[in-house]
T-cell receptor, first 113, second 112 residues
């Protein structure tokens, strides 16, 4: 069945460094790729998303890249800050019958001050 | 949390008892979803709704049922709770099927 693999499961960086999280999806009909940030005790919150007709998208310190041929997409956080510490989830959703969003298993990011 | 509330926020129950979780939205979004979150699995879709009284199964629907009698409320029922249903349950809403989903604060359910 459809699957999204996410790596690494845990990532520790020094404040100010960059963090990269990578995901691979299996369903070639996927055309929407959101990234969520989840803080302890809260629900996931969308931080950035990208559609399949775009290769890269940036929003301040956050960027996402998509390689449709290789079926992988990545989240890049630059100049990390302690408040970036959280669990990050990638997801992939197909554009037709588009109710089904498949999530990766999550990456726990620690930013050390 | 985008006008989404979930109740209860925490519940402990015993195996074999029925449990109902409630999701309430004030955004008038058409689509509503129930997910469960377990370590190592991310979020998995249980059931979703695309309108009042219109619901369908997700990838882990066995042992769960849902109902949506009005736009703002989406109920998740465990007819006879089992220990494997111990999890954190999240409700999400979406204006359209193709738009982003907004998540509620979650309900932590423990089945003893």
């Amino acid at each position: 069945g459809e699957n999204v693999e996410q790596h690494p499961s845990t990532l520790s960086v020094q404040e100010g460094d960059s963090a990269v999280i990578k995901c691979t999806y299996s369903d070639s009909a996927s055309n929407y790729f959101p990234w969520y940030k989840q803080e302890l005790g809260k629900g996931p919150q969308l931080i950035i998303d990208i559609r399949s007709n775009v290769g890269e998208k940036k929003d301040q310190r956050i960027a996402v890249t998509l390689n449709k041929t290789a079926k992988h997409f990545s989240l890049h956080i630059t100049e990390t800050q302690p408040e970036d510490s959280a669990v990050y989830f990638c997801a992939a959703r197909r554009g037709t019958g588009g109710f089904k969003t498949i999530f990766g298993a999550g990456t726990r990011l620690f930013v050390k001050a | 949390d985008a006008g989404i509330t979930q109740s209860p926020r925490h519940k402990v129950t015993e195996t074999g008892t029925p449990v109902t979780l409630r999701c309430h939205q004030t955004e008038n979004h058409r689509y509503m979803y129930w997910y469960r979150q377990d370590p190592g699995h991310g979020l998995r879709l249980i059931h979703y709704s695309y309108g009042v009284k219109d619901t369908d199964k997700g990838e882990v629907s066995d042992g769960y049922s849902v109902s949506r009698s009005k736009t703002e409320d989406f109920l998740l029922t465990l007819e006879s709770a089992t220990s494997s249903q111990t999890s954190v349950y999240f409700c999400a809403i979406g204006r359209t099927a193709d738009n982003e989903q907004f998540f509620g604060p979650g309900t932590r359910l423990t089945v003893l």
